[in-house]
């Protein structure tokens, strides 16, 4: 109740901001400036013709089809960085590097080598995220305390042991919050390729408002990008590190899920 009053407390002040600075002052053109009225026609207009639930739908498949392929290469690259001196000391450094790239860096590639089709927006959805979820991995296992390893050593764990039944339950809840932040870079990372191509979507139907001079459509496709992650996250990854922490009886800490 208390989130909905805050939302409700934020277009007021939004609504209150354009009358002053648009109608009243003139600081700003009307067709410079967002208004939650123009917005709301731009939700009936696009919602009327299909539009919006075509884009939404179909960036939520490239986003989920291209974050399954980030994760699974993610989640190699990791177990192999870590099991390697040789590649934690070189392709480690390498990888923190090339996670600074923006998303966009990647279109040109994926432009060039795929075409204006699918394929090239889910390349870019991999590039962007799959270095983020390795680095991850990497560093949940590093995390793990030495003395269970020892332990399950001891008595005479063998290798796919001592990752099934101590590294993996030992390390799940880093795994997750790494899970979580690369499907943040996952879902960034999938407008930057929707913005180069003509496939519909959510950051084409952007690119669209902004060709036709329309800052309504373009802030409410803004609105609904934040909103598919924040519906992702909380119903998705929240849970499910509420779960976690709540079998190893940490459900009462001050984490930032709850």
């Known amino acids: ?76 690259l990791g177990l192999s960085i870590h099991r390697s001196n040789y590649l934690q000391k070189n392709l480690k450094p390498l990888i923190l590097g090339i996670q ?16 204006l089709s699918t394929q090239a927006i889910l390349f870019v959805v991999v590039m962007g995220a799959a270095f983020s979820i390795a680095i991850s991995v990497d560093n949940a296992i590093k995390n793990v305390q030495p003395i269970y390893t020892k332990a399950a050593l001891t008595l005479g764990a063998n290798k796919k042991q001592l990752y099934r039944y101590v590294i993996f339950p ?38 669209m408002g902004r060709d036709l001079a329309d800052i309504n459509q373009v802030m409410l496709v803004m609105l609904v990008i934040v909103l598919v992650g924040i519906i992702i996250d909380k119903c998705i990854f929240s849970i499910a590190e509420r779960r976690i922490l709540s079998k190893r009886g940490l459900s009462g800490r001050n984490t930032d899920i709850e």
């Open 100 to 115: 600074t790239l923006p998303s966009v860096c990647w279109v040109p590639f994926s432009i060039l080598w795929f075409g």
């Open 170 to 207: 030992a390390c799940l809840p880093e795994l997750v919050t790494g899970m979580k932040q690369g499907w943040s870079f996952a879902w960034r990372a999938l407008m930057a390729g929707e913005v180069m191509t003509t496939s519909i979507g959510l950051g084409q139907t952007l690119i």
């Open 1 to 76: 109740m208390g989130f909905i009053i805050f939302l409700i407390l934020l277009v007021a002040i939004w609504q209150g901001g354009y009358w002053i600075g648009v109608e009243l002052l003139h600081w700003w053109k009307p067709y410079a400036m967002p208004s939650p009225v123009g917005v709301a026609e731009s939700f009936l207009n696009l919602c009327e013709d299909g539009r919006l639930l075509e884009a939404t739908a179909n960036s939520l498949l490239r986003g989920i089809g291209g974050y399954a392929i980030a994760l699974a290469t993610g989640v190699l």
